[in-house]
């Protein structure tokens, strides 16, 4: 069981308060380092996606006719030189000339050779009897640099571009001669020059070129997904067991006749944040803000930045929960009930002393070696620890702050995926949460499991808001069901639940029929669970009292409090 003391939290409750309240406008002021609430103000905003990855490019925008109408797909080049494979770079197939090979052991092993002229816009001078050509991008079309380079009897062209990204190869308008037979692929810059290198060194290079397909389902999805619905599970059950415990304790208190008992007010007291209307609709401006803010300077200097942000957050919410964890077992509880004044801290129990140099510690860890190939483990473990923590501390107090808030930010979340494109030229949220032009996978606040049986690696995502919003109507759905004794089929969680559980997997499955295309889970998952809770409450008749006073008043005469 899980204690609530009115009078002492630790200071991860405490601090994770005023954090929240600050980030999220719910109060004025509070005494504490301004820049800890951006922790709470990127969990919360900045992403909300779920990711696999991009390998398939449909371009509405790119000129698309017969004969120049292929997906934009990347494929793998691995290099050989002297027989010995030395390297693999990737490139882009073109929107014209046939599909590509999907199976390595299918695609043939071919001899490379460099053009002359360079730029391939004219017969080449030496001859070609099969081998992949390699030319530099300029002086004429894609698509009559490929020509020629069939007609001399090469069998591919690489394609170097004279910048450190891909570029998407297309038709012009007016080009006609659009019946190629040979692939073509466009190389970054450092690959053409690694190529042209080995070369010049009068070695035999050969390549490859295949393109692989992703597996339909990848066992990170469903891992992901495990994650997501129990980090859920659990935070509504703490929360809506310390709103049992404190409702108990206030029941105590009438009974043996005092008169500090305030309704909700004083369950809640300084734990606990309660959304308003007004936090809500508020929630898209400075969501926008924030997201902007980061989309400009996404940096590397900018992720170290929110590295710490989000490692002083994971700090905090680990030695929270570890805290109550530990509470639960009788040996820690006396620990956990004996207190100590820190300067600055105020009072801080023993057990709460003993588990911060942990939490501490495993967080410098993490940030230390969050670059090689586990370490995802170590910021799942901060991140869910985190989440867990922020949904005990802020509630929706009845269904209709839960509706404004969710129906924003699935508002938020559908324009900057998909709407922001005109404006920036690229999805803002996708940039964002995949940390381009950072050097690293991503800012930190996001779920993610490496993919484990893809070809092209890579992690599944997802982005802390799509727990975090949707997980706050889940947990208000489970404390109203306990506080009004209701069974769990005749109550609401179990619906709700099963709503986000089918919400997210409806949202795998779109982000796999858009071959690994960033989706923004909240398209699917709020009108799930939203709908549901509308619906059911209209039909059983709760509508009304879950919309204006949600939560029972505590106690209620009527509501049998313990457990049965």
């Known amino acids: 069981m899980i204690k609530k003391n009115n009078t002492h939290f630790t200071p991860s409750q405490n601090l994770i308060s005023k954090i929240c309240s600050i980030s999220l406008g719910f109060l004025n002021f509070m005494e504490f ?39 934009f797909v990347l494929v793998k ?13 990737v490139g882009v197939g073109a929107r014209f000339g046939p599909t590509l090979e999907s199976k390595e052991k299918r695609a043939n092993q071919t001899r490379l050779a460099f053009a002359d002229p360079p730029d391939c816009c004219s017969k080449p001078r030496n001859t070609l009897t099969g081998e992949a050509i390699l030319v530099h991008r300029g002086n004429c079309s894609f698509t009559t640099k490929t020509n020629v380079a069939e007609d ?44 042209i290198q080995f070369l010049g060194n009068s070695s035999s290079v050969s390549v490859q070129l295949y393109s692989p397909k992703r597996p339909t389902v990848d066992v990170a999805e469903v891992f992901l997904w495990l994650m997501a ?42 734990v606990v944040l309660e ?57 820690f509880e006396r620990f956990g009930e004996s207190f100590v004044k820190i300067p600055f801290l105020g009072p801080v129990s023993y057990l ?45 107090p009845n269904l209709k702050v839960g509706t404004v808030l969710l129906t924003c930010a699935l508002l938020y979340d559908l324009f900057w995926v998909f709407l922001s494109k005109p404006l920036f030229h ?94 923004p889970a909240l398209l699917y998952i709020v009108p799930f669970t939203l709908g549901t809770f509308l619906t059911l409450g209209k039909q059983r008749g709760d509508l009304k009292h879950l919309w204006t006073r949600g939560e029972p008043d505590r106690p209620c005469p009527h509501v049998r409090l313990q457990p049965e």
């Open 426 to 519: 690229k999805s803002v949220m996708i940039v964002v949460a995949r940390g381009d032009k950072s050097g690293e996978d991503g800012i930190p606040m996001l779920l993610k499991i490496p993919r484990m049986f893809d070809p092209w690696g890579g992690y599944s995502i997802i982005g802390f808001g799509d727990i975090i919003l949707p997980g706050l109507l889940v947990a208000f759905s489970l404390r109203y069901d306990w506080l009004c004794n209701k069974k769990l089929r005749e109550g609401y969680f179990l619906w709700a639940m099963f709503a986000y559980g089918l919400g997210l997997l409806t949202t795998y499955v779109a982000l796999n029929l858009m071959d690994g295309h960033g989706q």
């Open 152 to 195: 001399a009897g090469a069998s591919a062209i690489l394609i170097i571009n004279n910048q450190t990204e891909l570029f998407k190869m297309v038709c012009e308008p007016d080009e006609a001669d659009l019946d190629i037979g040979i692939p073509a692929v466009m190389l970054p810059q450092h690959a053409g020059t690694s190529l």
């Open 352 to 396: 709460t002393l003993a588990i911060s140099p942990f939490c501490i510690v495993f967080a410098v860890l993490w940030v230390v070696y969050r670059r090689i190939s586990f370490a995802w483990i170590g910021q799942d473990i901060l991140g869910i620890a985190l989440i867990i923590t922020v949904l005990q501390i802020v509630q929706v």
């Open 275 to 331: 959304i308003s209307i007004i936090s809500a609709l508020l929630f898209v401006v400075v969501a926008s803000c924030f997201l902007i803010m980061l989309y400009k300077l996404m940096s590397s200097w900018f992720i170290e930045v929110l590295v710490v942000l989000f490692s002083i957050g994971g700090v905090e919410g680990l030695q929270t929960c570890l805290v109550a964890l530990l509470s639960c077992f009788r040996w």
């Open 229 to 270: 619905v129990a980090t859920i599970l659990c935070a509504s059950y703490w929360s809506a067991w310390r709103a049992r415990e404190a409702a108990i304790e206030q029941d105590k208190l009438l009974k043996d006749g005092s008169n500090e008992c305030n309704g909700t007010e004083m369950s809640r007291s300084g």
């Open 77 to 89: 080049i691995p290099i050989w030189v002297d027989g010995i494979e030395v390297t693999e770079f």
């Open 33 to 71: 380092n301004c820049s800890i609430c951006v922790v709470i103000v990127v969990l919360l905003v900045c992403t909300s996606l779920v990711s696999g990855g991009d390998i398939v490019h449909q371009d509405s925008v790119a000129p698309s006719r017969p004969g120049c109408n292929n997906n």
